[in-house]
């Protein structure tokens, strides 16, 4: 799956661009998920995330007055279609991949957290963590469709706010003697539990 966008692409050569990614990571995404090849190489979000940005893309033109032009709304319909094919297709089982993978990016995110707040040095999650978050919120909204995740929602709020919270802590100043750790149990290793509910 491609991300990086060149600087100079205007916004419907950016469209393009967003195109083919969908249409790659569709391709990608079923062949994985029917067997017939390349196993592991692109996520089960990756249709989802492409799609995403596509949409941002359609809203962006709108906005700009540009409209978009029949020949890429008919490829975006007809990589849709594809997509939502092989959506009826997979099942239950690429849905519950879909799940296994926000697990595995909101334990991602709380570690980053966890580190942040140990005092890891170069460690800054808000710059480090924008596109897995981003991924998150995607994973969320097309997940409640079949899933109850309350508890997911009010965990990543929590998160989210831990993290502003990091920001804003890294901008006061530091203090002049830091306080001393003390410890009765001979325990010198920070506990993190920061951003748990």
């Known amino acids: 799956m491609t991300t990086g966008i060149p ?27 029917q067997g017939s090849g390349r196993a592991g190489t692109s ?5 989802y995330y492409e799609r995403s940005h596509i949409l941002l893309l359609f809203d962006a033109l709108a906005g700009a007055g540009t409209g978009i032009s029949p020949d890429l709304w008919q490829e ?14 997979a099942g239950p089982a690429y849905r ?14 709380q570690a980053a957290l966890c580190f942040a707040y140990l005092g890891e040095p ?33 965990l990543i709020s929590s998160l989210d706010r831990n993290v502003a919270g990091i920001a804003v802590a890294r901008m006061e100043p530091e203090p002049a003697d830091p306080p001393a750790i003390l410890s009765t149990v001979g325990d010198t290793v920070p506990r993190c539990n920061q951003g748990i509910p």
Do not use: C, W
């Open 122 to 154: 170069g460690v800054n999650p808000p710059a480090q963590r924008t596109r897995e978050r981003e991924i998150i919120g995607i994973l969320l909204q097309e997940l409640k469709k079949d899933h109850d995740l309350t508890d997911a929602e009010r």
């Open 76 to 89: 975006y319909i007809r990589i849709t279609r594809r997509f939502e094919r092989f959506e009826r297709d």
């Open 96 to 109: 519950k991949e879909l799940l296994n993978e926000l697990v595995n990016f909101t334990q991602a995110y």
């Open 43 to 47: 996520p089960a979000y990756a249709p």
């Open 7 to 33: 600087m100079d692409f205007t916004l419907p050569d950016t469209l393009r661009y967003r195109l083919q990614n969908y249409a790659s990571a569709v391709r990608e995404t079923r062949a994985q998920f």
